[in-house]
């Protein structure tokens, strides 16, 4: 299976969240999340979209009768409770698909191009977008120039007043990838008229800043 795909990852972490999962396939996902930084994103991303929906439902206290035939259904005998049981759990899997399908229309972020990442004179090598907010940033490898072997390749804010860069983290070698901002890079970014893109050790800068040099420079686009 090919997990490097986001729809698919996106609708695995989807139903870890909402809990459709066999336990099976459960921890298997766990296990595909700590060592999959797509996966464990996906999954995040899922858990910021339904929290806010837990914490706006308030509690429910069942009635007794409905205690009562629940307890009666639990203690049925095995044949009987599955056949009474299966018709519940199918519509508990429609109602999640459904579910899946109207959070990600009403949660998919609207992505805005921040810039195109080229050197001078030659092709573009990233595409670097945002939500309107700044939230979340998305970088998209679009060039087919050979990159630096060994080498990684970092992402920075040049705030206007001419203070530090501020890492925005590292460039996919290939496809894309999302990350999730803080509130100080956030404001920085949306105040920022320019990003760079400097060569950096494998993991990136070890001191904070630019080590290695700076091969782009690219205007900012403001948010529509």
């Keep these: 299976?090919?997990?490097?795909?986001?729809?698919l990852l996106d609708h695995l972490a989807a139903a870890?969240?909402?809990?459709?999962?066999?336990?099976?396939?459960?921890?298997?996902?766990?296990?595909?999340?700590?060592?999959?930084?797509?996966?464990?994103?996906?999954?995040?991303?899922?858990e910021d979209r339904l929290l806010p929906l837990a914490l706006a439902l308030a509690p429910?206290?069942?009635?007794?009768?409905?205690?009562?035939?629940?307890?009666?259904?639990?203690?049925?005998?095995?044949?009987?409770?599955?056949?009474?049981?299966?018709?519940a759990a199918a519509a508990a899997s429609l109602l999640a698909v459904l579910l899946v399908g109207k959070l990600t229309l009403w949660n998919e972020p609207a992505w805005?191009?921040?810039a195109i990442l080229a050197a001078a004179d030659a092709p573009p090598m990233?595409?670097?977008?945002?939500?309107?907010?700044?939230?979340?940033?998305?970088?998209?490898?679009?060039?087919?120039?050979?990159?630096?072997?060994?080498?990684?390749?970092?992402?920075w804010i040049l705030p206007d007043d001419g203070s530090n860069p501020v890492s925005l983290g590292l460039l996919p070698a290939s496809g894309d990838l999302q990350r999730k901002l803080s509130a100080a890079q956030q404001a920085l970014l949306g105040a920022a008229?320019?990003?760079?893109?400097?060569?950096?050790?494998?993991?990136?800068?070890?001191?904070?800043?630019?080590?290695?040099?700076?091969i782009i420079v690219a205007e900012v686009q403001r948010p529509i």
């Design 112 to 114: 805005q191009d921040i």
């Design 193 to 214: 008229g320019k990003v760079a893109v400097s060569v950096e050790p494998p993991g990136g800068s070890p001191t904070g800043l630019p080590t290695g040099p700076v």
């Design 60 to 87: 429910v206290e069942p009635s007794t009768a409905c205690w009562q035939r629940i307890q009666q259904k639990v203690s049925s005998r095995p044949q009987r409770g599955r056949m009474r049981w299966w018709p």
């Design 16 to 46: 870890y969240v909402l809990g459709v999962m066999s336990r099976r396939v459960r921890l298997r996902f766990e296990r595909l999340c700590r060592t999959l930084p797509q996966a464990q994103l996906a999954r995040q991303q899922w």
């Design 126 to 155: 990233w595409r670097l977008e945002s939500t309107a907010d700044r939230a979340r940033i998305s970088v998209r490898r679009v060039g087919t120039g050979a990159l630096q072997a060994g080498r990684s390749y970092e992402l």
């Design 1 to 7: 299976m090919n997990y490097n795909h986001p729809q």
